[in-house]
C-alpha cells in the first residue's frame, strides 16, 4: 500500500455510505456500501483478505479511493447499485437483466390501450410486472378483457364507426364517443387496482354500483355488473396461492451457483403473486449470499418502487430499514411463499447448470470440481480423486476396495480390490492403514503421481489409520485426506474435531456421496464373490489333478461328496475314468 491510500484510508469518516476503488488509469473497478466507511474499506488492506486470491489482485490494483457519506445503509445499497450501473466495474457482481419476461402495459393516451410487451417503455407505457408465467398474465389478460370494455386497437379509428369489438360487447366504443373520457378512465382505474392485485377494493366498488342499480331498477346495468363480479370473483380464485390475509409483502430468495447465483423475487398482494422476477448475478469476487441479496433488494426497489412494509427473506440481514419488516418465516403461510420463490430461484440456477453442460460437459465438470475445491480449501484442483472402503461379516473374508475418478468421472480401470493380510478379526482401523500404506508405497516405488485428494469411507477413527499410513511412507504433506462418517454423511478433515460445513443439497457433497457408493459397490461385490466362491469349497478343491471339470461330472452324478466317498472304485472309474478315481480313492 502506497503512501496515498495510507493517507486517504486515516482520514476515512466512520459514516454510512459508498466508496470506490480506482486504478492507476483513472478506472472505478470496484464500488462497494459500507455501514461505516473506515472501517469497511480499511479491512481490504489487512492480512484477513489474504487466503482469498481475487481480493488480493483486486487490492493490488487499487491507486485511489473516493467515496460518498449517506444518512443510512440502505441509502448506501441504493447509490451503491446505481453506481454500478453508471461505471460497471470490472471486479463487481452484475446483474444479468433477462429483457424476455413480458409486461402489461397501458399506453399513456385519452382512452388508454391495455396490452403485453417484451419491450416496455417507461416513457410511453405504464408498465406492470414483469410475469414469468405466460398463462398466468394471459388469464389476467382475459379476466380484464372479459370485465372492462377495454379497446384493443392500436389506433382508434376515425370514421366514428364502432367495430365489431362493440357490438360482441367486448370494447364500450370510445371512437364513436359511446363513453366519456371520465368513465373510460374510471374503467382503467379498476383494471390497474386488478392488476396490482386490489380485488377486494375493485369488488367492493362494484358491489356498491351493483346495489345503486338494483335499488333503481335498471336491473340491465345490475346484471352488467354482476356478471363482472362473478368474473373477477373466479380469477381471484385461482390467482390465490396462499391465505388471502397476507394482504401485502415482497418475498426474496437466493440459489447460489460457483461463479453465479439467482435471487428471485415476489411481490404478494392479497394471497396472490402479481409480480415476480429472478436475476442472474454474475458473482466476481466471491460475494456471500447476504451481500448479493441486498444488492438485488437495491434494484427491485428502483425498478418497482418502495419495497412492501414487510420483505420476507431466507436469512437474517445485517442491515434496517426504516418503514419495513425483514421476516425470516420457520412455518405456516409466510414459509409457504418462502418455499415457493427458493423453487423459482432454484429452477433458475439448474436451467442454467444444464445449458452450461450440454453446451461444454468439460466445463460443467470443472465447475463441480472448483466447488469441492472450495469447499474442502484446497489448493488445488481435485481432479485425481481415489476413495477407499473396508468390507468384512464380523471379520470373515476381510476385503478392502479402491475407487479412482478423474476428472469428476470414473476411471474404472485403475479400480483395486484388496485382501486384507496383515490384519486378523474385524479391524477396520489397522485393515485401512494396511491398504492405504500398501496402495501409495507402490505408487511410490512406480514413481505414479499420487491423487489430489484421498476419501476414506469411514469416521474419524479410520481416517486417523489412513492418515497414520501416509506418515509413515512421509508422504501426508502432498495429498489431502478426508473421510466421510458412514451414519451421517458429515464430512471430517484429519485433526478437526466438528465436520465441514457443506450443504447437503450441493454438487460437492452430491460428487463425494457418488464417489462413494461407488466404492462400496465394488467393495460389496467384490466380497460377495469371495464368500461365494468359499461356500462352494468342498474336499475335491483340495485333491491335486482333479480340476473343475472332473469336480463337476462327480458331483453332476453323485449329488454329493458324501455320496462319492461311499462309492466303490468301479462306479467312480466309470464316471471318471481309473486314472482319476486313484486319486479320488484318497478321500
Known sequence: MNDTLALQLKFLPEKPGVYRFLDENGNVIYVGKAKILKKRVSSYFTKAY????????????????????????????L???????????????????????????????????????RHPNAQKEKLFGPYASLPFMHTLLDTL????????????PKNGRPCLQYHVKKCAAPCAGYISPEAYKENILKVIKIIKGNHSEVLRQLKTEMMHFAETWEFEKAQAIKEKIEILESYRGKSVVVNPEISYCDVFSIEMGTDHAFVNFMRIVEGAVVQTVTLEIQNHLDHNKEELLLLVMAEIEERFGTLSQEVIIPFPIGLQKEKTNFTVPVRGDKKKLLELSQKNAKVSLL?????????????????????????????NLPKTIECFDNSNTQGDEPVAAMVRFENGKPDKKEYRHFNIKTVSGPDDFASMYEVVKRRYSRLSEEEKPLPDLIIIDGGKGQLGAAYQALKDLHIQDKIIMIGIAKRLEDIYKVGASLPLFIDKKSES????????????????THHRKRRSKKSIHSELDDIKGIGAMTKEKLLKHFKSV??????TFEEVAAVIGEVKARLIASL
Request: hydrophobic content about 40%; aromatic content about 10%.
Open 50 to 77: 489474504e487466503d482469498y486470491p481475487k481480493l488480493r489482485i483486486l487490492v493490488s490494483k487499487i491507486r485511489d479511493i473516493q467515496f460518498t457519506v449517506v444518512d443510512s445503509e440502505w441509502e448506501a445499497l
Open 145 to 156: 378483457f372479459a370485465a372492462f370494455p377495454i379497446r384493443i386497437c392500436k389506433s382508434l
Open 351 to 379: 436451467e442454467k447448470q444444464k445449458r452450461q453442460e450440454l453446451a461444454d460437459p468439460e466445463r460443467h465438470q470443472n465447475r463441480i470440481l472448483l466447488a469441492l475445491q472450495k469447499d474442502l480449501g484446497m489448493q
Open 509 to 524: 457433497q452430491k460428487l463425494l456421496q457418488r464417489i462413494r457408493d461407488e466404492v462400496h459397490r465394488f467393495g460389496i
Open 79 to 117: 447509490l451503491e447499485n446505481s453506481m454500478i450501473k453508471q461505471f460497471r466495474p470490472r471486479y463487481n457482481a452484475m446483474m444479468k437483466d433477462d429483457k424476455s419476461y413480458p409486461w402489461l402495459a397501458i399506453t399513456k393516451e385519452d382512452f388508454p390501450r391495455l396490452y403485453y410487451t
Open 562 to 567: 458324501a455320496k462319492i466317498k461311499t462309492a
